[in-house]
């Protein structure tokens, strides 16, 4: 989803014609970014607009020689969705203080089952990777998931290169897992 001219220089955004061009050329990858993240097609949007707007507020805070436009608009982006997340969590919990939990039908409660029996080898995986600690998880996730290099996974996470090394190798180990579910090593393949 990377395009193949991205710039080095510093995003132009102080001009219609500069903020056009940034915008077209990091559209796709912000979209991928926010939509693997986010079910809702709706709250995609609105998301990725408030990355946009957020780039706006910040390109006087981009360092050229720490690295490529798109690592600094993934840094905003994980910003952006931490920041809704943790608006939702207060949300949650409002409501759940709020109103009584709905009493489920039998044949709701089996289709549930059903599902959740079918989802059981990804919900292992799933619950190894949510078991990572935040460092771990955001540094595979950027470099599997959104297909940054490590360089570039470095500079959107604020740490150096081989921080980000070192949290992959222990990612892959931690995912590794025991069992009939664990991840064997060609789907680690790609974390490498």
Same mark, same amino acid.
Do not use: C
């Given at each position: ?11 132009? =955004? +102080? +001009? ?9 050329? &990091? ?8 939509? %693997? ?9 609105? =998301? ?10 910040? *390109?006087?805070?981009?360092?050229? &020689? ?7 608009? !993934? ?5 952006? =969705?931490?920041? &809704? ?11 759940? @203080? ?5 009493? =489920? ?12 029996? *079918?989802?059981?080898? !990804?919900?292992?995986?799933?619950? @190894? ?7 771990? %998880? ?21 740490? +150096?290169?081989? +921080? ?11 995912? %590794? ?14 974390? %490498?």
């Amino acid at each position: 989803m990377r395009s193949p001219g991205q710039k080095t220089g510093p995003p132009d =955004l +102080t +001009t219609h014609d500069g903020f056009g061009a940034f915008y077209e050329e &990091h559209i796709d990858a912000v979209l991928g970014f926010v939509t %693997r993240r986010v079910a809702d097609p709706h709250l995609a949007a609105d =998301l990725t607009a408030d990355i946009f707007l957020a780039a706006m507020g910040s *390109a006087s805070g981009y360092r050229p &020689h720490r690295g490529a436009p798109i690592a600094w608009l !993934f840094g905003i982006a994980r910003n952006v =969705l931490s920041g &809704h997340a943790r608006g939702l969590a207060r949300e949650s919990g409002a409501l759940a @203080r709020l109103s009584g939990r709905r009493l =489920l039908e039998d044949e709701d409660v089996a289709a549930l089952e059903e599902r959740i029996d *079918a989802q059981r080898a !990804f919900r292992s995986l799933a619950e @190894r990777h949510a078991s990572l600690s935040e460092p771990l %998880r955001a540094a595979l996730d950027l470099v599997v998931i959104d297909e940054l290099t490590p360089a570039e996974a470095a500079q959107a996470l604020g740490v +150096t290169q081989a +921080t980000v090394r070192v949290r992959l190798h222990r990612a892959r180990r931690a995912l %590794r897992g025991t069992g009939p579910a664990a991840v064997t090593e060609p789907q680690l393949e790609a974390a %490498r």
